[in-house]
């Protein structure tokens, strides 16, 4: 038997992580991202690979890492092995002699970490790396950046093609970073890149246009799970509508080249009020009730937030979810009528349903994907909204749902199209 070694496609793998001996037949992937670190976003994209690695990929098995393994276990009923990163991360007190043990093995060859020296074994005996999606590669996660780094530096050593899978590369704020980039992608087999902003942090680094294509969000891909009973359970009074929302603490917009000037918000106290305010109004106006989404478990206190200040103005039909897994995560985005959102990965899961979002975008990458299915009327900066907007806006969404619903179906069809587009990459890459 294999150590660590996990099968890919047998349903029992995906509820109890078996072992498998390796055979000619099955290939392997060691499969690393952005999950473990509490974000339901990342995990919805690890449920949307693990459908893809499901439907077309009939003899793969999958060596999993993760930042905190006891969450991918939780998440998705799978084993992993401890990441690169959280064995590099400041954080932990072994990182200065894992970090003087990978310059030891750069000059002579010889690995004197048994942790790291695992990563390196699982790397040589499979056959594709594929970092999996998220928006962590670049210089914003200073901390992760140079993990990242080894992991592609680790596959080369490997000799193991590596595929970065349908994730944002970029941006990078800082010329060091950019070097760094810029030095290791020559090793990176294929770039599948979930943004047309990627493609131009690629061209800069001197990537190669015939190695890297245009995706999408691996979420996309995610099927519709939700049921009726499922509306039922986050909506108990039968509210004809039932609206989700997700709302962080107020940040400064991110555009592609950086920080976008300040907006009208500039401080808690406001932007709590013109949210809850609204919400409130949409209440009151309408046979509605709340299903609050932390998409984070950093999210989880703004969400609370929203929850007392709807409370406070003597909203009751309100359901606030606690750190929830990612099955009911990904069953109330599908089933609300409407999303309200500051975060990307609620409004992508509720277009898997064909649902209409308002979103409050702190990121381009959520500009661009509400533009993706038609909807980019529905956006508004995180810190550039006020109540009227989002009344307003929920009001013309209403009117509209119908027209609405069958828009973002037939969009988000062709969003589907190119997410697929990730697997068919590394087929071929496996597979050639």
């Known amino acids: 038997m294999v150590p660590g070694r996990q099968v ?26 952005g999950w473990g670190y509490g974000n339901k976003g990342d995990n919805a994209i690890l449920m949307g690979m693990l459908e893809t690695f499901r439907r077309d ?51 002579t060859g010889v690995m004197l970490s048994p942790a790291l020296n695992r ?19 670049n210089d914003a996660w200073k901390d992760a950046l140079p993990s990242r780094i080894w992991e592609i530096r680790f596959a080369k050593a ?36 979930r943004d047309v902003q990627s493609a131009k942090t690629l061209r800069l680094a001197d990537y190669s246009e015939s190695t890297m294509g245009l995706t999408a969000d691996e979420a996309n891909l995610i099927p519709k799970i939700a049921t009726p009973a499922d509306r039922a359970k986050f909506c108990p009074n039968g509210k004809s509508k039932l609206v989700g929302v997700m709302i962080q603490h107020l940040r400064r917009h991110e555009s592609p080249t950086g920080a976008s000037p300040r907006g009208q918000i500039t401080d808690n106290t406001r932007y709590y009020d013109e949210v ?14 709340f299903v609050i989404i932390p998409s984070t478990t950093w999210d989880q206190s703004s969400c609370d937030k929203v929850a007392e200040g ?25 089933s609300v009528d409407v999303m309200i959102s500051t975060n990307m990965h609620p409004v992508i899961i509720a277009a898997t349903a064909g649902i209409p979002s308002i979103a409050l975008s702190y990121h381009y990458k959520l500009d661009d994907f509400m533009a993706s ?32 619903q069958q828009s973002i179906r037939k969009d988000h069809e062709g969003v589907k199209e190119m997410a697929r587009r990730n697997g068919a990459a590394l087929r071929q890459l496996i597979y050639r």
């Open 158 to 193: 490997a000799g193991t093609p590596l595929i970065i899978y349908g994730q944002t590369v970029g941006p990078f704020s800082e010329e060091n970073c950019a070097n760094l980039l810029k030095t290791s992608l020559d090793s990176v087999a294929y770039i599948a890149y």
């Open 373 to 404: 299915i038609g909807t980019a009327a529905n956006v508004a900066r995180i810190d550039n909204f006020s109540a009227d907007w989002i009344v307003t806006q929920f009001g013309q969404v209403v009117d509209k749902m119908d027209a609405l």
């Open 310 to 334: 709807l409370a406070a103005k003597g909203i009751k039909d309100v359901h606030l979810l606690n750190d929830p897994d990612i099955d009911t995560f990904v069953r109330a985005c599908q």
């Open 57 to 107: 990929f009939k003899d793969v098995a999958l060596h999993m890492t993760s930042f905190e393994p006891t969450e991918l276990k939780r998440m998705h009923g799978l084993n992993a092995q401890v990441s690169i990163h959280k064995l590099l991360t400041w954080k932990n007190p072994l990182s200065y002699f894992r970090r003087l043990a990978l310059m030891i093995w750069s000059a």
């Open 8 to 33: 890919g496609l047998a349903d029992d793998f995906f509820k109890y992580g078996i072992y498998l001996e390796r055979d000619s037949m099955t290939k392997r992937l060691y499969v690393t991202g």
């Open 119 to 137: 990563h390196l074994r699982e790397m040589a005996a499979s056959d594709a790396v594929v970092m999996g999606g998220g928006g962590y590669f």
């Open 276 to 289: 809850c305010g609204a919400l409130a109004r949409i209440a009151k106006d309408g046979d509605v009730s």
